[in-house]
């Protein structure tokens, strides 16, 4: 039978006295959290662990005598055994390091042992016992009673204490069914005990301990000032969120245009993302576990990296004139592109790559849409003159962050594409009717109908006129369809063109929103906070003396600490796959990068 010690390192040469800790519930194992010095008060010894136990939640008790021997101190081994009696549990540790050696020797004792233990200590005084017996790591009884082996496992209490280890269980577990391990019960004891290491030598109590912070507690005046401060400031946050969340919500907002356009604005949908983390961050209740804390401080992080980079676009854009330069640029660019559509089109009537068209079709759409580009060319220069405070005033946005002014950019993208965005629904509607048109003349030849009740292809019995109609009309569209795909073909090229752009601007606004960059932040400077597991490895193997283990922390893999803490966003449901999107372009439905996977279509 082997026990297992998990012991600080910091106790490692504390003064004789008791050790304060806790057994592991299912395991043979106990974690050792400090130990209360010689002289003390039984009594009081009680009444702290009580209060302790009270405010932390941890069973702790008095898990047996921790001994340093020192020439002033001579039969304290002997008087801390004696303890067992005050303390009654059903083993008692007898812990002791002897002068000139690592390890330790442990003794574990029951009631009925405690006796005859006393009684070879005074044998053994009087030169009755060889000393070959005290480098044991278990007590071996004289009736034959089974010697159980000791396993001193040293750990970092600061360490422990402030790592999460993963994978996190976020549900309530049933204790007869889904029990803790054995290492999880540890890390939560230790992280759980923190008003446990509140006492340090420097306060005047009757009681002295020794744990990780027992030479005084570690505090930050940056830490605290932040904390006074946050209090105020979170107040009037929520005060304004209030005030904004109020007007949005005026019935002249909640119309149905109003309320459709703000949805497919990236701009809109960007501030009510960042009015949702306001609110978490303002929020005045503390974070209740570890992944509530990492979700607050993902958010708060990347909402000053988002500022800060917000505030650097606005000293490039308002110094040296940019703004001016982008609003000359911009109108030149925009003829630039309704010129080269009028060629586009040109060619598209003439014979596109020796191809022979349709010449009355190919005419009526060509003319078509050189209307709407002309209709373009002349709302692009009815703009001009307003361009440049459009861009003045839109640049000022980016002092909410440089998410806001990408989603505006977006946005503005897309109005000054809207040409195109029309032009590719013209040729996939038409294109669109002549392939469902085809598909269900070809059942007709078939003798196939569609079942639009059963949702299914049935057998149809057409009679001759019905079919001599679908041979017409079917040869008519066969024939006027290459003309029609050819167009279709170059508008979604150039629609394609401009949902990937902003499909790059949308997936860096993603980024920016959603990196872990606190989480990748503490993985780099402290990696024990975010463990994996942990590693063992022989610290002291001396005979006569117990095996010594160093636990180590794994440190998470900087993928899975991207894919547990990465904050989900507006933007993070389900795409299309390639097929559904190569079927959707094959068969002319609209392509929507705003819609949904699970949006009904008709």
């Keep these: 039978m082997v026990l297992k010690i998990f012991f600080p390192q910091c106790c490692n040469r504390a003064d004789s006295g008791l050790l304060v800790g806790r057994w592991i519930t ?60 005050i303390f009654p549990q059903e083993r008692w540790l007898q812990v002791s390091r002897q002068i000139g050696k690592t ?32 480098g044991y790591a278990g007590h071996k009884g004289n009736n034959n009673e089974e010697e159980e082996k000791v396993i001193f496992i040293h750990y970092e209490q600061r360490n422990v204490m402030l790592s999460q ?16 391990s054995e290492l999880r019960q540890m890390f939560q004891t230790v992280a759980s005990s923190q008003p446990l290491f509140f006492l340090d030598k420097y306060d ?24 006074q401060a946050s209090v105020p400031l979170c107040r009037l946050i929520s005060w304004l969120l209030s005030i904004w969340v109020w007007v949005c919500n005026i019935w002249v907002f909640s119309l149905y245009p109003l309320r459709f356009l703000a949805s497919k604005l990236s701009t809109c949908v960007q501030l009510s993302y960042r009015t949702e983390h306001m609110k978490t961050l303002s929020s005045p209740k503390p974070a209740t576990d570890h992944t509530d804390f990492m979700r607050k401080a993902t958010i708060m992080v990347s909402f000053l990296v988002d500022v800060a980079l917000g505030v650097l676009l606005i000293l490039w ?22 010129k080269e559509l009028e060629e586009l089109l040109q060619w598209l009537m003439g014979a596109p790559a020796g191809l022979k068209m349709n010449r009355a079709l190919d005419q009526v759409l060509g003319r078509f849409f050189l209307y709407h580009i ?47 965005y029309c032009f590719y629904v013209y040729g996939a509607r038409l294109y669109c009717l002549k392939i469902y048109g085809l598909s269900s003349l070809w059942r007709l030849f078939r003798g196939k109908k569609w079942n639009v009740l059963r949702q299914r292809v049935d057998s149809c019995s057409y009679d001759l006129d019905q079919l001599f109609i679908g041979t017409l009309l079917f040869t008519i569209l066969l024939f006027l369809l290459p003309t029609t795909a050819l167009y279709y073909l170059v508008f979604t090229l150039l629609r394609l063109v401009v949902v990937l752009f902003q499909g790059v601007l949308h997936l860096s606004v993603d980024f920016i929103n959603s990196f872990p960059l606190f989480a990748l932040g503490l993985r780099v400077c402290r990696p024990y906070r975010l463990a994996e597991g942990v590693k063992f490895r022989v610290l002291c193997d001396e005979p006569g003396t117990a095996l010594h283990l160093q636990m180590e922390m794994n440190p998470l893999k900087f993928n899975t600490v991207v894919q547990t803490y990465r904050t989900p966003t507006y933007s993070c449901y389900p795409k299309d796959s390639w097929a559904t999107l190569v079927k959707k372009l094959f068969v002319g439905e609209l392509i929507y990068p705003w819609k949904h996977k699970s949006t009904k279509t008709d």
Aim: charged share 20%.
């Design 165 to 180: 280890l993963h994978p996190i269980e976020n549900g309530v577990s049933d204790p007869k069914t889904d029990a803790p």
């Design 317 to 338: 854009l308002y110094r040296d004139n940019h703004i001016p330069m982008l609003a000359n640029a911009l109108v030149p660019a925009a003829d630039h592109v309704a």
């Design 204 to 227: 005047d109590g009757p009681l002295k301990l020794t744990h990780w912070q027992s030479e005084g507690r570690e505090a930050s005046i940056i830490a605290e000032l932040f904390k």
């Design 374 to 420: 002309h209709l373009w060319i002349s709302y692009i220069r009815l703009m001009s003159p307003f361009i440049e405070g459009i861009l003045w005033y839109g640049g000022l946005s980016a002092c909410f962050g440089l998410t806001f002014a990408l989603s505006l950019f977006s946005d503005m993208v897309a109005l000054l594409t809207f040409h195109i």
């Design 103 to 134: 390890g330790f020797n442990c003794d574990v004792l029951n009631p009925a042992q405690n006796g005859r233990a006393a009684q070879r200590e005074a044998k053994k005084k009087k030169g009755e016992e060889d000393e070959k017996s005290d």
């Design 26 to 85: 299912g395991h043979d194992s106990a974690v050792v959290l400090a130990v209360i010095h010689y002289p003390f008060i039984p009594g009081q010894v009680k009444q702290y662990l009580q209060q302790v136990q009270a405010q932390s939640g941890v069973e702790l008790s008095v898990l047996g005598s921790w001994s340093l021997p020192t020439e002033s101190q001579e039969g304290m081994e002997s008087f801390l055994r004696d303890l067992s009696t």
